[in-house]
């Protein structure tokens, strides 16, 4: 802890602190400084245990009270606390030192709190107290202060522990247990103080008179009341004498004053008087009753009836005249009240007159309170309301006091107990229609929505209504209070059924009802949906024709034909089993059938005869038994039949013929057989060596032709050998297919509808009940047929016939019996689905409107029902109507109320006694007053309450008017009559007419037109008119009507006219010759200018057909196949989209799937090899070098082989034979082999080590001596060479594929697996087959395609209300949302989902207030009078601009009499004409405009107000000081502008003083408001004046700033702002910065004297007083601060004084450095500037 003084204020001295204790605080780790030794080595200082005024410097210290503890709760507890001794220093010492007997207790009883006081006790907090100032706390002063938008201050309030069951208060630390202590101060915000502002002088008035001395004047209003204490508003009204000439005669001096109204009275004898009168008339009667005739006497009665209301003797309308009276008194100019014979004599105003006494309101008491219109429990508004009313007992007369409210609504909650609950509602739905996939093609072509079996994504619709969601639960429950009032008790016995299952069992279907009352999302009312795609049968073809065979092999009945068999096999499964497919078995008659026959396997080698090694032989046929299937059975099964005899063959010998091997026998050339057509098959072979004996036939030959015959004999060794067979034996033809070409097949016919089983029990039943029970669900099945519920198994039959190929049906017997189709089949029988259709809806209501001439217009009602399921599987059918409508039941009357008024009394004067002393009044003529009473009928003219009109009828008539008797010398006429009429609009005038009636016609003044006119004519009215177009032209809206409805009530957007020709509206204003609106009608217009516009028609993109598929990209394996649309045209004005194209054209899309090849589907064959064509013949060989030759073909393979040929690039080049070879002719004698067999296959892995062999056999053996070459061949194993490894390839997935007939939705996706060899060649799936290698993949998925849906709107909403009720900017608007946004390639939505169109113009009448008149006196100068204003009917185009023009009254009879929603009409008030001299107020000034009352720079705003003033204004100078005070009243406004106020200044060119004023933000001049220039006289010598805040003009003439402030200068020199000088502030132990909070002002308007200050306890020093001078305390600091000068100075030079002269006797530093010990051996070390320099002098000698 630092360095401090402490100042005891126990001991504290006078002024400047003389006299006062100072003691210094020891510090810890520090010796004590030097100033300590000196002082108690001189004596200046000593310690002594009591001061010099005798108190003790020892004082009792005590620390905080701990925890209360106790063992039980409540008061019983102790606490206790430290208590220690302390010296005034801060240290701590011995108990002994202080005094005993004032020792503080450490201990004490206590509140014991525990945890349940909790719910005992709490914090009790008072209000916030006014926001003081923090200067008004301050030493209890305030202070002089500069504000700046607002100033700190600070509300307190109290804050205390009670006991919260009798609010009684407890210990605080009882709550500060569970809780601290709530704050009891915080910050708030005072405003600176807003002087008034007000505005300019209006220019001087005239003067005041027009001869003499009189005054002058102008005014001004406030602008800104006086708020938070600011300055009061000054004079509005600045006066100057004028004198405008000397007066001609005497100035008049006095002048008749009218004063008011005295209250109205009744006479004092009016009673007496009433009471003769009545008995006079009661005589009368009496007198009169003698009329005997009932029917006389009825009449007389129902006119005396008639008469009482009509004079208003009900007491409802008890209306009484009094009189009131007034003084008329002449008056001097200064005021005064003279004699009225002073006044210039004339004639004196009225001074007494009827009126009728006023009467208040009179209501009865309030009547019970109705019942809660909440009559159900409903969670979410649980409030209603309930009403209360109170009659009318007394309508207010004159000026009595008009009806209070004579209904009152108050919140209610219903009692839960025994109230059922609300009715709720839901949105519920019919059943999902069928899957239709003509929706979605009808969206995007129109043409395309007729197509029929169509599968694939389609749409479902459905209807969506809104129900009662509990309706059957509160009527149970109804029906249940029902019972309890009546004393039914049936419902206590145990029920069979429980109540709310069997009410859920009883729903059928709910009753729709209004959608409006529904809340939240609407369910869809579509939804994609999916019709699976039937799989079409795939058969493979035909294969070969079987054997010959019985029907039955058990039935081998002699004479029985047998059948030849060919079958195929279904390679796709179709939808709906095999019965779909065609037929897979084919018959042909045949003879000598065999159930089992010899097969001829292999042929042995041929064995020559005799053991021969050449020459004939045969070889065995190795055979086996099979059946007709080509099975392998039992031999004895064939022992019918003799096994196949042996082969007869020939081995060649050496020097014989060899021939080659028979190839297969080819296809047969026909499928069956007829009288001319039969089936061939072929065979060949070829010569492969010649015999010997051929060729020394060829040399004889030639040595015959040499040598002659005769040389012939001698070569005998070389005849011999068997001879080649000529040319055609090489070749052989046998018949095939000979069975005739009558084919039969059994064909069937489709399965017929599923019926019932005649022998099952009938199960089938309506599954009305659960449709209903799932109806309420939201959605179902999407796959539009499949959830189909079963009820029970039926029967399905089909037809099926014996068919001839190419002929038709012939008998079954013509068909195998075997293979016949069977004809019934079970089946499924799907539940009947009866029609559900929802109850009728309530009828809608039945509005009454009325016509113009009151007639009730008839209307309808109607009420629908909706189909909520379709019948289906033979259910019933839904009924024709679903709608109803019939006439509203209307009252005969139209319903409603209006005043019915009586005839007027006569017109009752004041009473003669009480104005016989007027002058020229006379007792049977003059004003009076006449009355009448009204009453309430309804339209039928029915009596009703007065308070049904007071309610539902316009404003009530009026019941007294002022009446005139004419007296004996007035003029009386009779009213105007009406105008005559016009021929013709502008052309000719009309005129109207009046009479003098009675002796008025023969009185001269009476005849004077001058005075009284008896015609009047004018003009006849010239109405012209002329049409103006007004605002924008509309939106394009096509007409209505253009809508179809699709199924269930859908509307999509395919339904619905979206464009085409429309019409565009604008609005039409109709003008009279005034340039005042008027209705259209006038000006034969509709309201509207049409013009036709076109929306234009969405364009889809549009594609073409797609291209027939490619042929597949290999012809071995997997490869593609394409096809492709070309774009047509693209879309535009919001079209469907282009699906997308490809990247390069961008006009083309593709398709691209995978394909299988077979591998053998095309293959070589190879025909045998020519006759050698011998190149080079070696005559005695009979062989040489030679060429053999073949075709080879590629042909198309099927499964009876090769059938025919097709292009050589089908078939794989690799793979094609050779077509011609060179090779040796073998010689005779030599060894022939046949041709070399195929390539044995390389094992796997392919490596040199391995090798492959081909081998050939011994035709022919060669003579003795010869050798056979090798009949085996062999060759390495190369990789990729002639041994190959296998593996599959898998290809990637294609696109998803659709059924044909669909369009979108669920599809497939395939990929291919390949067998490739090693080099990369596809290969036939047989070679990866053999190797059993792994299919791990899998080849199908499943797909979606999204289905293109268009965007699906829903109607248009009807047409808004208009915005504005007449005028001509009124528009009308009509919306449409979307009910199905657009998926897939779908339509989107279009961007306006918003039209508008111009209102009809309607000229926009009210009512509306003339500007008040002069104030009149009747005929006298001065005093109280009336003014008055008319209520006149205008017109105006509603846009603010136009103020209106007047047109008739009767133009606003349909408006409610009311001006600016005020129903109070006043057309007359009481005003005051002054006197001459007489000095007055002006009349009230208008509101000014409204002025927030803010703070800028704190962005704090504390209300608006708006303010009026009025102005005092004189005519006589020497009444001045009679004149009454100026007033101003301010009320409450909103959205008032926060203003700033500167100062401006400018320099007039003829004077070199500035000109300075007020301006406020927006421009306006004012007075007040700126902040004050100090002194403002002096600021006239500164150029440019000094306009900143807290700035003046010195004496210099420089600008400088006001005490505590500082001057901040621009770059120019020039002063620029005044900132306030930093206070010194020393915070308190109570200082809470840290918890501020802002609070403003609540009221504005009403004066505040509190201060501002600065927030926290803060002690300001502040060294001047509020008067200006020096405080006291500043002349103490100065002696302290003198005396504490010297003492310093004295203390140095005793301490140098003593450092000198130990010099000589101590060894200094350096730097004169000393260091002294005191007796206390505290060390002092001092440094002093003599010593410094004493020691470097030392130094330097």
Known sequence: MGLGWRVEGAVAGGAGGAGSLLRRRRTEGSGNLVVTVVLLLCGLWSVHTQTDDGTSVYFWETGSWGRCMGSECGPGGSQSRAVWCAHVDGWTTLHTNCDQSQRPSNQRNCFHVCDWHKELYGWSLGAWNECVPVSARTFGALRLFSCSGGDEGIQTREVGCMLKADSSPADDAICEYFEPKPRLEQACLIPCPQDCVVSEYSPWTSCSKTCGTGLRNRVRSVLVPPVFGGAACPNLTEFQSCKAGLCAGPEGMYSLRVGPWSPCSLPQTRTARQAKRRKGKGQGLRDRSGVKDPETRELIQKKRTRNRLNRQESPFWDIQVGYQSRDVVCMHRNGSAVARNLCVPRDLPLTIQSCVLPKDCQVTEWGEWGPCSKTCVDAEAPVGNRTRSRQVLQFPVGDGDECPPLEELEACEVQVDGVPPCITYTWRTSEWSDCRVDLLLGQQDRRRGNLTGLCGGGLQTREVYCVEANAELVKYLNDLREKDKVGQTQRQQKPSVPPLLSITFQITASRPVQNRLCKGSIPNRSQLCQIPCPIECEVSPWGAWGPCTFENCDDQTSGKKGFKLRTRRITNKPTGGPGNCPHLVEAVPCDEPRCYDWQLLTLDQCVPEDERTCGPGSQLAQVQCVNSSGDAVDRNLCSSSPPPDPVPCEVPCSRDCV??????????????????????????????????????????????????????????????????????????????????????????????????????????????????????????????????????????????????????????????????????????????????????????????????????????????????????????????????????????????????????????????????????????CGPGLQTRAVSCRQLDGTQADISECLRFARTMPAITQRCQLPCQDDCQLTSWSKFSSCSADCVGVRSRKRTLIGRSKKKDKCKNTQMYPLSETQYCPCDKYNAQPVGNWSDCILPEGGRAESVLGLKVQGDVKECGQGYRYQAMACYDQDNRLVETSRCNSHGYIEEACIIPCPSD?????????????????????????????????????????????????????????????????????????????????????????????????????????????????????????????????????????????????????????????????????????????????????????????????????????????????????????????????????????????????????????????????????????????????????????????????????????????????????????????????????????????????????????????????????????????????????????????????????????????????????????????????????????????????????????????????????????????????????????????????????????????????????????????????????????????????????????????????????????????????????????????????????????????????????????????????????????????????????????????????
Not at 1202 to 1209: C, G, I, L, N, R
């Open 1101 to 1741: 993109c549009k594609l073409s057909e797609w291209s027939n598929w490619s042929r597949c990209s290999k012809s071995c394996g997997s490869g593609v196949k394409v096809r492709s649309k070309w774009l047509r045209e693209k879309p535009y004005n919001g079209g469907r989209p282009c699906p997308k194209l490809d990247h390069i054209n961008q006009a083309q899309v593709y398709e691209v799937v995978p394909c299988q090849s077979d591998c053998n589907q095309y293959v070589w064959v190879a025909e045998p090899w020519s006759v050698w064509k011998v190149s080079n013949v070696d005559l005695k060989e009979n062989c040489g070098e030679g060429v053999q030759t073949r075709k080879v073909r590629c042909m198309l393979n099927t499964i009876d082989g090769p059938s025919e040929s097709v292009e050589d690039y089908l078939c794989d080049p690799e793979e094609m034979p050779l077509g011609a070879r060179e090779s040796r002719l073998p010689c005779p004698e030599d060894c022939v082999l046949n041709d070399w067999g195929a390539w044995s296959r390389c094992s796997l892995p392919c490596t040199r080590t391995n090798s492959r062999i081909r081998t050939a056999y011994v035709l022919r053996s060669p003579s003795v001596g010869r050798q056979c070459p090798e009949t085996t061949d062999k060759e390495p194993c190369s990789l990729n060479l002639n041994c190959f490894n296998y593996f599959y390839n898998i290809t990637d997935w294609s696109t998803c594929q659709l059924s044909p007939s669909a369009v979108c939705g669920s599809g497939i996706k395939t990929r291919m697996l390949d067998c490739v060899r090693s080099d990369g060649k596809s290969v036939d799936m047989k070679f990866c087959e053999e190797l059993n290698l792994e299919k791990r993949w899998q080849m199908n998925v499943s797909c979606v395609v999204e289905c293109p849906v268009n965007c699906q709107l829903s109607e248009w909403s009807p047409w808004s209300e208009c915005s504005q009720t007449c005028g001509l900017e009124g528009k009308m608007w009509r919306q449409r949302s979307v009910v199905q946004a657009s998926q897939g390639d779908g339509r989107p939505c279009p961007s306006q989902m918003e039209q508008w169109k111009p209102c009809p113009v309607r000229p926009c009448y009210r009512w509306q207030y003339s500007a008040w008149s002069e104030c009149r006196v009747e005929s006298v100068v001065c005093g109280h009078g009336l003014r008055y204003r008319n209520l006149s009917c205008f017109v105006s185009d509603g846009s603010g601009v136009d103020e209106g023009g007047l047109v008739d009254e009767e133009l606003c009879t349909s408006l409610e009499l009311a001006v600016d929603g005020d129903k109070q009409i006043t057309l007359q008030e009481a005003c005051t004409l002054p006197c001459p001299g007489e000095c007055y107020l002006m009349e009230w000034s208008d509101w000014s405009s409204c002025v927030s009352i803010c703070v800028k720079e704190v962005d704090v705003d504390f209300g608006s107000v708006q303010v009026r003033s009025r102005a005092v204004l004189a005519q006589e100078p020497e009444n001045l000081q009679q004149c009454p005070d100026q007033q101003w009243q301010s009320q409450s406004c909103s959205e008032g502008d926060c203003y700033e106020y500167k100062w401006s200044s400018s320099v007039h060119p003829d004077s070199t003083r500035p000109l300075i004023w007020c301006q406020r933000s927006d421009g306006l001049n004012v007075t007040g408001g700126c902040p004050p220039i100090n002194p403002l006289v002096s600021n006239s010598s500164c150029d440019p004046p000094c306009l900143m805040p807290k700035s003046f003009c010195s004496e210099a003439a420089e600008c400088v700033c006001e005490e505590g402030f500082t001057e901040v200068s621009s770059a120019l020199g020039q002063l620029d702002q005044c900132a306030p000088i930093p206070v010194l502030e020393i915070p308190t132990a109570g200082d809470k910065k840290g918890d501020v909070k802002t609070s403003r002002a609540i009221n504005p308007t009403p004066s505040s004297t509190v201060q501002p200050g600065r927030s926290g306890r803060t002690w300001y020093l502040q060294p001047y007083g509020p008067d200006g001078k020096l405080k006291m305390w500043v002349y103490g600091v100065a002696a302290g601060a003198f005396v504490l000068l010297i003492f310093v100075g004295s203390m140095t030079y005793v301490a140098c004084s003593y450092c000198a002269a130990l010099h000589r006797s101590l060894e200094a530093d350096a730097d004169g450095t000393v260091a002294c010990e005191g007796q206390n051996t505290h060390q002092m070390i001092y440094t002093c500037p003599d010593c410094q320099d004493l020691a470097q002098s030392s130094s330097s000698s």
């Open 659 to 924: 021939l080659s091997e028979w190839t297969p026998w080819s296809t047969c050339s026909q499928t069956c057989s007829s009288k001319t057509i039969e089936g061939k098959q072929m065979r060949i072979r070829s010569i492969l060596a010649y015999n010997a004996g051929e060729v020394t036939a060829m040399v004889i030959a030639w040595i015959t032709v040499m040598e002659g015959l005769s040389r012939v004999p001698k070569f005998p060794e070389l005849l011999g050998g068997a001879l080649c067979p000529n040319s055609s034996s090489l070749q052989e033809v046998r018949n095939c297919n000979e069975h005739a070409c009558t084919v039969y097949h059994w064909q069937t016919g489709a399965w017929g509808l599923c019926a019932e089983d005649p022998s099952s029990p009938s199960l089938n039943t309506s599954t009305t009940m659960t449709r209903i029970i799932s109806s309420s669900s939201s959605s179902s099945s999407s796959s539009g047929g499949s959830g189909v519920t079963s009820c029970s198994m039926g029967l399905q039959t089909r037809k099926v016939i014996c068919v001839r190929v190419n002929v038709g049906q012939v008998p079954p017997k013509k068909c195998p019996d075997g293979p016949r189709p069977s004809t019934v089949r079970p089946c499924q029988l799907p539940c009947k689905k009866d029609c559900i259709v929802s109850p009728f809806s309530d009828w809608t209501p039945c509005p009454v409107s009325c016509d113009a001439a009151g007639n009730v217009v008839k209307t309808k009602q109607w009420r629908k029902r909706l189909i909520i399921q379709l019948p289906s599987n033979g259910g019933q059918e839904c009924p024709e109507v679903l709608e109803e409508d019939k006439d509203c039941d209307v009252p005969a009357v139209c319903p409603g109320f209006r005043w019915k008024t009586h005839k007027w009394r006569k017109c009752q004067l004041v009473p003669w006694f009480l104005r016989q002393d007027s002058p020229s009044a006379q007792e049977t």
